[in-house]
């Protein structure tokens, strides 16, 4: 009988635990409503400046941004009339909701940056690359403060001619982390 008792508290402790989620403000009122985002705002800094530093690091400036030699590789075995759009800082991201069983809505959110596109490559054939011929030269004005907590989004679409372009990938890099200089 005790060995009975054993079994049974062992099938208790197996059991896996329920998925804890953490909700940004109040839970969903629904519990199939999910909320992620694909690339948050990124946090502010968390380390403190004295006086002087702080002033200095929220003065705006101008920097020079130059977009080139951008090669795209098609991956799959489709042709495609893919082109780039670049969002250069700004305070843009996306939120997914998922509803209900296969129900997704992604919104937009946040204000745009600079925006500038590449040609479209026609005629992509699968596992061929191509360079894009425009280079894209611009400036930014921000503070350092800024730069740490913007990004350079990057998306890839495939035209569709008259119809609705296809949106294919997205990536995003910290502004931060590809500002060349002194700082």
Known sequence: MPEDKKEEGKEEDDEEPQEQVE???????RKETRVSYFHPPLPKPTKKFDPEDKKENELLRQFRVKISNVEIVNETKEVIDPF????????YFIEIKKEGGDETVYLPQGELGIIHMTDVAKFL??????????????????S??????ERLHIEIW???????NQFMSY?????????????
Do not use: W
């Not at 061929?128 to 004005?141: A, H, K, M, P």
């Not at 350092?144 to 907590?149: A, I, W």
């Open 84 to 91: 780039i759009r670049f969002i250069i800082g700004g305070s």
């Open 125 to 142: 054939e699968g596992n061929q690359s191509r360079i894009f011929e425009r280079e894209i030269n611009t400036v930014y004005t921000a």
């Open 171 to 183: 990536n995003t890099i910290p502004l931060i982390d590809i500002v060349d200089g002194p700082m």
């Open 144 to 149: 350092y403060f800024k730069l740490e907590s």
């Open 158 to 164: 495939d035209s569709e001619g008259f119809f609705l």
């Open 23 to 29: 909700f940004l403000g109040k839970a969903p009122k």
